[in-house]
């Protein structure tokens, strides 16, 4: 039966189970946030109960919160004169919203403000455009007079080929009142009945099932009404869509089929007098609005993840993706993207006004957001998007509209002079062409399309047409039915070459490919022209805070473009002017001013909104040793820099360490290195040494693999070997995992218990300096945040952040419940500096212990717990 906690302030907490005091403070402090309408940052270690405390925290706040809000409407319908309270209003008022308009709020006219310099630049060359601009489309419309004078000219289609042609383009002034009709339905599908809800989100579907399951078991399981959003990859259940594999293909093949009846009828009739047409794909079978609405009304009985569903849709013969209810829900679970990116926000019908937010796993939330709204198109993707557009463009030439055909120009053009900036010629194929000038280059987005000379076309109206015209779809059905070869014809003629050129684009995939690469190329293959069209919807949608990297690596297919977002606060402005609260949670969140000065102050925050929250570990004091390593064995000076760590008494001294701690450690000792090439030239000096000989006598050696498929594999085979050394006995007492930091096994793992009683960092893994995006952000961030008298500029700070991140992310793997124990070694002085020690985690920072002799870490490791050290394990001087 749960317990109920009622804190000083009166409140009653249900919980399952005598909860932690850190629980009790998180729980309450949570409270408060949301109460106040408040923006918390929350950091509580791994294995303090992170997850159940931001479930029954936010559910009590929001059973108290509907009560509150029946009992005041109760009181008005009682008062006399009064009135109701408007529905869609909260009782309590959202905190006042302290966010101004962000830095790249829009412009009266509805651009950014980059756009308004843009066009007093070359109002000029856009004066002579707009002119040359008419004279093209009165020469299309010419051209479209005298197709539709020849009559039998154009070429008769297949049936399922016309659906494949582009319907006549209409801008949003000329739409007719009919299509208005059917947009307008779509959107009321999509709205809600207010009903305040909690909005949670995590970084992978696994972690939103574990949360899932957690409320299950709370006390709150069984009355909360929730739903698990996803992609329609993850939650579609027809085999045939499924099949295609890459998320794109999946959602634009179930569009599709969905195809809305009005809209077939209306093509149809437009088409009768050419010629009769049949239905194009047929439509999902589990598309059944009645099945859809029993399986809706079955899914609120109870919280069930993401794979519940799917077992749920296909026992039901209903869609899942279709069939997760929007509305009348208190708590919606969803991955990262669907929350972050505004696009994915409209279409799942998310409405984040006067909502709460709770954003958990958070510590990489700002690159997070960066990646999200960045993208690269290759040198190869480029040519081949181009290829397959002409081949359409000749192939349907008599079938299309003017309008059609002067924005197909366009795209050409833009990809031909893409290609160009790149170094390239778009004729020619990617593979064999050699670029004479190489590295990497950052423009603005101005410089950019001043150099590419496409200044003169309007790309909000491109941007527009591949949105409404569906033309990336239509090209990507297109290559799916023909492949890469064309039958020729006399419009065709032309074009012999690039059939083969087509062909020669499609890109294979190694069996060095993880399972995901393999996914990403197949996707690149089949539509690349999705991906160009993201690469300008960037390019429209972002301001100064963007940048486009010019990348030349000798060949033209390894050659891209790439759109950098510098101020991710850009993005994250409107959500959080949207809801009513937020909570940012994780396990590591240290440093924390990173969140406050490039996140939330860029978004508009005030700092009183602000509210931090931090508790230590559960664990004993005697359950954790923290060491910073000053010297080695030999006494050799411990200081990884990038001068240094390569020389070959600095690595013989890493192996002398590693093998002095597999003496003493038993179980598994897992051992962080700052890149996966560092951690090969160290282990081949080591396989030359000797080094690496001496280390397997006491324990098996595994490697962290490069392949995300092979990942399991290896973690199994590690967990295996510990549990069968530690049965059987003998020499070798255990495993040594090889892993590296920002890799497979730093995030997302738990090294509980025997798998990690010890944790080991060689060095700080600072992130290579010498990357162009790197230098970018850091003179950014100079340039924008201000720096009092003898503060360390913010450029160089985010150097430091971004390395102790990483590390507080991987030493964090050990410790992962009450009664678990490891140690930690730094081995690397700089960790004794002031600035670096007061990033780390305060459960972790205030047990560290500085070493400046190996000998004396050696003695403080046995003495952690009785269990953690072999009696007799000696210490090896070299």
């Known amino acids: 039966m749960a317990d109920k906690i009622q804190e000083s302030s009166g409140i009653d907490f249900p919980f399952p189970f005598p909860p932690y005091s850190i629980q009790k403070d998180f729980m309450a402090k949570l409270y408060h946030v949301l109460e106040a309408g408040k923006i918390g940052i929350f950091e509580s270690p791994t294995g303090t109960g992170k997850s159940l405390s931001l479930i029954c925290g936010a559910l009590t706040w929001l059973r108290d919160f509907e009560q509150k809000k029946q009992q005041e409407e109760a009181r008005c319908l009682l008062a006399p004169g009064t009135q109701p309270l408007p529905e869609g209003q909260d009782l309590l008022p959202a905190a006042p919203s302290s966010c101004p308009a962000p830095p790249t709020a829009l412009m009266p006219g509805g651009e950014p403000d980059w756009v308004t310099q843009f066009v007093q630049r070359k109002e000029e060359r856009e004066l002579a455009e707009r002119s040359r601009e008419e004279e093209e489309t009165k020469a299309l419309l010419r051209l479209s007079r005298e197709l539709l004078a020849e009559g039998s000219g154009a070429e008769l289609l297949e049936p399922e080929e016309e659906e494949l042609v582009l319907a006549e383009y209409t801008s949003d002034e000329e739409r007719t009142a009919a ?46 009404r929730l739903v698990t959003l996803g992609s329609r990859q993850n939650l579609c259940v027809n085999e045939d869509v499924r099949s295609l594999g890459a998320v794109q293909l999946i959602n634009d093949r179930c569009m599709e089929m969905q195809r809305s009846p009005h809209e077939n009828k209306n093509r149809a009739e437009a088409e009768k007098p050419k010629r009769r047409r049949q239905e194009g794909r047929t439509a999902c079978p589990f598309y059944n609005r009645e099945q859809t609405q029993l399986l809706r009304d079955e899914i609120l009985v109870a919280a069930r993840d993401m794979e519940q569903l799917v077992a749920l849709g296909r026992e039901a013969r209903a869609c899942p993706y279709y069939g997760s209810p929007r509305s009348a829900l208190q708590l919606v679970v969803l991955p990262y993207p669907m929350l972050l990116h505004a696009a994915t926000r409209q279409a799942a019908g998310i409405r984040l006004q006067g909502q709460v937010v709770i954003i958990d796993e958070a510590h990489n939330l700002i690159d997070t957001i960066t990646d999200i709204h960045s993208t690269e198109v290759s040198g190869s993707q480029l040519c081949q998007a181009h290829s397959q557009l002409l081949q359409y463009m000749e192939r349907y030439r008599k079938r299309l509209k003017a309008k059609n055909l002067m924005y197909i120009k366009q795209i050409l053009y833009l990809l031909e002079q893409f290609v160009a900036v790149l170094g390239g010629n778009i004729k020619q194929n990617p593979n064999t062409q050699s670029l004479s000038q190489t590295g990497t280059e950052l423009k603005t987005i101005n410089d950019f399309l001043f150099q590419s000379q496409v200044d003169n076309i309007n790309l909000f109206k491109v941007q527009r047409y591949f949105e409404k015209s569906k033309v990336s779809r239509k090209l990507c059905g297109f290559t799916e039915r023909y492949g890469a070869i064309l039958p020729p014809s006399r419009e065709q003629s032309r074009l012999a070459g690039l059939q083969q050129f087509l062909q020669s684009l499609q890109p294979g995939v190694t069996e060095s490919e993880s399972q995901e690469e393999a996914e990403v190329e197949a996707m690149r293959a089949a539509s690349p022209l999705m991906h160009i069209e993201g690469f300008l919807t960037a390019l429209t949608t972002a301001n100064q805070d ?30 959080v002017k949207e809801c009513r609260a937020m909570v940012i949670a994780g396990g590591t969140m240290q440093p924390v001013s990173d969140f406050r000065e490039q996140l939330l102050a860029w978004a508009g925050t005030q700092s009183e909104r602000v509210v931090e929250f931090s508790c230590g570990h559960v664990i004993p004091p005697d359950n954790i040793l923290p060491l910073v390593l000053c010297s080695g064995p030999t006494g050799q000076q411990l200081e990884f820099t990038f001068q240094q760590r390569e020389l070959p008494a600095m690595m013989e001294e890493t192996g002398r360490i590693l093998c002095n701690l597999c003496n003493v450690v038993p179980g598994g000792l897992v051992c962080f290195f700052p890149s996966y090439e560092y951690q090969r030239q160290v282990l081949a000096h080591w396989d030359k040494s000797g080094l690496l000989a001496r280390l397997t006598v006491r324990k098996k050696l595994f490697q962290e693999p490069k392949r995300a498929s092979q990942v399991e594999q290896v973690l199994s085979a590690y967990s295996k070997c510990i549990k069968r050394c530690g049965q059987a006995g003998g020499p070798v007492t255990g495993a040594l995992l090889l892993s590296v930091v920002g890799g497979k096994m730093s995030e997302g793992i738990n090294f509980s218990d025997d798998l990690g009683r010890c944790v080991v960092m060689v060095g700080m893994p600072y992130p290579n300096i010498r990357s162009p995006e790197l230098q970018e952000k850091m003179a950014y961030l100079d340039q924008r945040l201000p720096r009092s008298p003898g503060q360390v500029p913010p450029g160089k700070a985010l150097l430091e952040n971004l390395c102790m991140k990483a590390v507080n992310q991987s030493i964090g793997r050990a410790i992962r419940h009450q009664r678990d124990f490891a140690s930690i070694v730094l081995l690397d002085q700089r960790y004794t500096r002031p600035p670096v020690l007061a990033k780390l985690p305060a459960w972790i920072r205030d047990r560290v212990e500085v070493k400046a002799t190996f000998g004396a870490a050696f003695a403080a490791l046995r003495k952690v717990r009785p269990a953690l050290s072999f009696p007799g394990g000696a210490l090896l001087m070299a």
């Open 546 to 575: 963007g940048r486009v990297i010019l990348s030349r690596q000798g060949s033209l297919s390894q050659s891209s473009l790439k759109f950098l977002l510098l101020n991710p606060a850009v993005q994250f402005a409107q959500v």
């Open 179 to 224: 299509i208005g009709v059917d947009e307008d339905e779509d959107e009321e599908d999509l709205e809600e009945e207010h009903v305040t809800k909690i909005y949670y989100c995590s970084r992978t579907h696994s972690q939103l099932a574990q949360f899932v399951q957690e409320v299950q078991k709370s006390p709150f399981g069984k009355d909360t």
